[in-house]
């Protein structure tokens, strides 16, 4: 059974996504159960767990393409068209061999997401530059480094203007200075622009830094709430099979 944040603070914040007795899975196959959490706007959840917990399988129901089998996965009004739902996959399997410019890149975001195209250069400015890509819209896509490019797949998803950006771990296969430049960026979006983030990772360090929240998949459910309750040390050793010390973040 999962908990969901009781703080009445936090209550004070519109609910974007809120799940109740939740079941996903696959012809036959369950992988989560009874899952029950909300997330609220300028929240930081992370998503943790162990390989097929069901991080994936929670991410898939999350941007539309896994439908429940039981309970609900109730969404915003405007969120329900996934619109204004970004997300940024783990890379991009982009063509090398096709010529694209970071502009023509980034604006693939607005394809079958109704984005105005008379906005459409100012949501591209605004996207690059709060990925850190600002004057770079004319460079080579695959000119760029590859913490670069990880960011210009997050401009990608901001192109939308999203009010929930989803992130499947973000950082795999960056190096030390790229991971920290692109989980500090993350970190400036949530605070300066209010955007409420939801990260797949196995980095519990990371975790541990920036949440707010944090939801924890374990033995076919979540364990979901605020980040100072979640860290409690028999909370992580009954998702990771071993007591987990964390530093204070």
């Known amino acids: 059974m999962s908990t969901a944040c009781n703080d009445p603070a936090a209550a004070a914040e519109p609910a974007l996504v809120e799940a109740r007795g939740l079941a996903l899975g696959y012809e036959g196959r369950p992988v989560l159960t009874d899952v029950g959490f909300t997330v609220r706007r300028g929240e930081f959840w992370f998503l943790l ?3 097929g917990s069901g991080k994936t399988t929670l991410l ?3 941007i539309g393409l896994l439908p429940p089998r039981a309970g609900s996965l109730w969404l915003a009004p405007e969120l329900a068209s996934r619109e204004r739902l970004g ?5 991009c399997d982009l063509n090398r061999a096709l010529p694209t410019t970071v502009r023509e890149f980034v604006l693939l975001g607005t ?3 109704g984005a105005r195209r008379a906005g459409e250069a100012e949501r591209l400015a605004w996207a ?6 600002a004057g770079m819209e004319r460079r080579d896509y695959w000119s760029l480094s590859g913490g670069e490019r990880q960011r210009a797949l997050v401009a990608r998803a ?3 203007r999203p009010s929930v950006l989803v992130l499947d771990e973000p950082t795999t296969n960056l190096d030390p200075g790229s991971e920290h430049a692109l989980v500090h960026l993350l970190a400036e979006l949530n605070r300066s622009e209010r955007l ?3 990260v797949v990772t196995h980095d519990l360090a990371m975790a541990a830094r920036h949440a707010t929240h944090l939801a924890l998949a374990s033995e076919g459910t ?3 709430g605020p980040r100072e309750e979640i860290l409690a040390p028999g909370a992580l050793a009954r998702v990771f099979g071993v007591e987990v010390r964390l530093a204070h973040p």
């Open 60 to 62: 898939r129901a999350l």
């Open 128 to 133: 690059l530059d709060h990925a850190g890509l």
């Open 222 to 224: 979540l364990v979901a």
């Open 111 to 113: 394809v079958n997401g």
């Open 87 to 91: 997300f940024v996959p783990q890379r």
């Open 49 to 51: 767990g162990r390989n």
């Open 158 to 160: 901001l192109v939308r």
């Open 196 to 198: 409420t983030l939801v």
